[in-house]
Nanobody, 126 residues
Framework: VQLQASGGGLVQPGGSLRLSCAAS????????MGWFRQAPGKEREFVAA????????AYAASVKGRFTISKDNAKKMVYLQMNSLKPEDTAVYYC????????????????????WGQGTLVTVSS
């Protein structure tokens, strides 16, 4: 499965962006799709995830209330609506997917995801 992330760019603090992630194979069985990010010099960190079967979502504390993850079942796409962006949100954002069902606590772990997209850069700066 190949993942294609898009929607990154330059935005001012307080602005919004919407990231999209599409899977190359619409017939694969998605268990969970998620977003991670990596800022320069930092580890890749969890941002948000959505479980395909029941729509359960999980968010990192740093983005809760500002970011919203959603999915399109028919298109096998996942979206990340990012509002009230801050300079510390600047990073390369990666979408990831696992075909397995994950319990809630496992949604946060990057080691649980088998397939990764190439990343899209989000820069928050005035």
């Amino acid at each position: 499965v190949q993942l294609q992330a898009s929607g990154g760019g330059l935005v001012q603090p307080g602005g919004s962006l919407r990231l999209s992630c599409a899977a190359s194979e619409r017939t694969f069985s998605a268990g969970v799709m998620g977003w991670f990010r990596q800022a320069p010099g930092k580890e890749r960190e969890f941002v948000a995830a959505i479980r395909w079967s029941d729509g359960a979502t999980a968010y990192a504390a740093s983005v809760k209330g500002r970011f919203t993850i959603s999915k399109d079942n028919a298109k096998k796409m996942v979206y990340l609506q990012m509002n009230s962006l801050k300079p510390e949100d600047t990073a390369v954002y990666y979408c990831a997917v696992t075909t397995r069902y994950l319990i809630y606590s496992a949604l946060f772990s990057r080691t649980q995801y088998e397939f990764w997209g190439q990343g899209t850069l989000v820069t928050v700066s005035s």
